[in-house]
């Protein structure tokens, strides 16, 4: 069955914004780095742009479900999407739960380590997410 324009251009688009999170800090640094000769990376952006993995994972995972795929070629996306989402609500609860979103706390020890932890799982659910929605992409523009 041949896939509509419409179909191939929503899935490469969805594709690409979950690109967003992972190459908006990179391109900033190299930016910052070009204008001010600073290398300043905000390793947090990645979660805070967490709206764009949001979109591009429930955009393949709706598009597959329209073109009625069977759910294990797409369960990849599923799981790592769940990850990427309870990575992302455990590290504000710790935050919230330990002071840190107040600024009670600061940020050192024990919560340095945690923090830290959540952020590089953030970082590489984003990538695996990221090439996940390439993988489905390719499906499906092929099929």
């Not at 990645?46 to 955009?59: K, Y």
């Not at 050192?108 to 380590?113: K, M, P, S, T």
């Amino acid at each position: 069955m041949k896939k509509s324009n419409l179909f191939k251009f929503l899935s490469y688009s969805f594709s690409i914004v979950s690109t967003f999170p992972v190459v908006t800090p990179v391109l900033l640094t190299i930016i910052v780095l070009i204008s001010k000769g600073k290398f300043l990376y905000d390793f947090m952006m990645p979660a805070e742009l967490i709206l764009f993995t949001i979109i591009a994972s429930l955009g393949i995972i709706t598009l597959q479900i329209i073109d009625k795929k069977a759910f294990f070629e797409y369960k990849k996306l599923v799981l790592l999407f769940s990850l990427s989402i309870s990575n992302f609500l455990a590290a504000n609860i710790y935050a919230y739960l330990t002071g840190l979103a107040h600024g009670d706390t600061n940020l050192n020890g024990i919560h340095l380590f945690f923090i830290t932890i959540f952020v590089i799982l953030w970082h590489l659910f984003a990538i695996l997410i990221s090439i996940e929605c390439f993988k489905l992409t390719k499906k499906i523009s092929t099929r």
